[in-house]
């Protein structure tokens, strides 16, 4: 079918779900702790001990501050590959048609550019680097080193797109050195309670200042309309290519500080005219016109619904991930299968929830949203906000 997705709710027809062979580890370095700074902080004190286990990092302070492999057990990625499958039958028995990418080849363990070298990630978390517009396919310039090539593993599906008629875009690839990102939000949020102390940038022949570093998750689609979450001067870089690109095709609503990027686990659009938010707070930063929209805010979890962990175990996403749900149709929803609370909810608003497992979602940083890229939806460039 050609590309077409133009929000998040509409029959879903196409969709990719991500891949985890062969993910062995994590690198901590500075784009990686940046990325998920509010919830590795060391002495973040919303943290707690059944959540987030203790991080030692290292004790100078810089850049660096972090840095090192941190290895993921092999059986969390045996189960988390079962999980997959899981998603990937659930979508088949409901009629959608779903692609892979191609899994990393274990030989496969860095990547190298000119000004850094990092360990490869493979393509697990699919919504993060590309983001469908209509008929387009935009490939987002990546915040985290490790994932700089994820795209390509993706490449013979766009191709494919691409020879139904589909646009396909290559936002400016950014070169990454430590002076390309803007450290404000570290320094100065207090989302997540204090952070980590992020260092000065160590100079590289390459500095360029500040450049564009955006994801697709960063992103809600709602017809013609783009509600964009933006915390650094990076991410406001790659609103404005996305601004003068996009003209006269698509509205872009700007929102600050929603998050420290994605916004899929504070605020979904199930749909159109019902949100699915963490709390009532998330909407005091919206768009006006989605502020009229009726809200769906779950009740905490009656335990502790996540798998225990040891010590040495990198947790990445806050206790809110499983928010990050799919929806198939505008009545019919993916959910955690360990969140009865959630799922009770949305049924009561008028959903059929479709209970799948996904167990490890702490450990790789992604619900059935992120795993997810819809291709094709019944949907088209509808005004929802007038």
Request: with cysteine; charged share 25%; hydrophobic share 35%.
């Amino acid at each position: 079918m050609q590309l077409n997705s133009f929000d998040e709710w509409s029959p879903l027809k196409e969709v990719i779900v991500g891949s985890a062979e062969n993910y062995t580890s994590h690198e901590r370095e500075l784009s990686f702790d940046l990325f998920f700074h509010d919830n590795i902080a060391k002495d973040n004190s919303s943290r707690s001990e059944w959540y987030y286990p203790r991080l030692t990092a290292a004790a100078d302070g810089g850049p660096g501050a972090g840095s090192g492999r941190k290895s993921i057990k092999q059986r969390y990625v045996d189960e988390l590959n079962e999980d997959l499958d899981g998603i990937v039958k659930s979508l088949e028995s409901l009629s959608v048609t779903v692609h892979r990418p191609m899994s990393v080849d274990a030989a496969t363990a860095r990547v190298e550019t000119p000004a850094w070298t990092a360990s490869v990630v493979p393509p697990l978390n699919v919504r993060d680097n590309t983001l469908i517009l209509g008929d387009e396919i935009i490939e987002t310039p990546p915040m985290i080193r490790s994932r700089y090539f994820e795209t390509q593993f993706l490449t013979g599906i766009f191709n494919n797109y691409f020879q139904q008629g589909a646009r396909w875009t290559v936002m400016p690839r950014p070169l990454m050195t430590d002076a390309s990102f803007d450290l404000d939000y570290a320094r100065s949020s207090t989302v997540g309670g204090p952070t980590e102390p992020i260092g000065d940038p160590r100079p590289s022949p390459y500095d360029v200042g500040f450049e564009m570093m955006f994801d697709g998750a960063q992103c809600l689609r709602l017809g013609r309309d783009l509600v964009v979450n933006i915390s650094t001067a990076n991410h406001a870089m790659a609103c404005d290519w996305l601004e003068r690109h996009l003209e006269g095709r698509f509205r872009i609503h700007r929102v600050h500080r929603l998050s420290d990027s994605h916004i899929d686990s504070m605020v979904l659009a199930l749909r159109p005219g019902t949100l699915l938010v963490r709390s009532e707070r998330v909407v005091e930063k919206l768009p006006e016109a989605l502020r009229k929209w009726d809200l769906i805010v779950p009740p905490p979890a009656e335990g502790n619904n996540f798998p225990q962990y040891d010590d040495d175990d990198l947790i990445l996403t806050s206790p809110f991930i499983d928010l990050n749900v799919l929806s198939v149709a505008p009545d019919t929803v993916l959910v955690n299968e360990a969140c009865p609370e959630l799922a009770r909810t949305l049924e009561r608003n008028g959903f059929t929830v479709v209970p799948v497992r996904h167990r490890h979602r702490r450990l790789f940083g992604g619900g059935f949203h992120c795993f997810t890229l819809d291709t094709v939806r019944e949907g088209g460039p509808e005004d929802y906000l007038d």
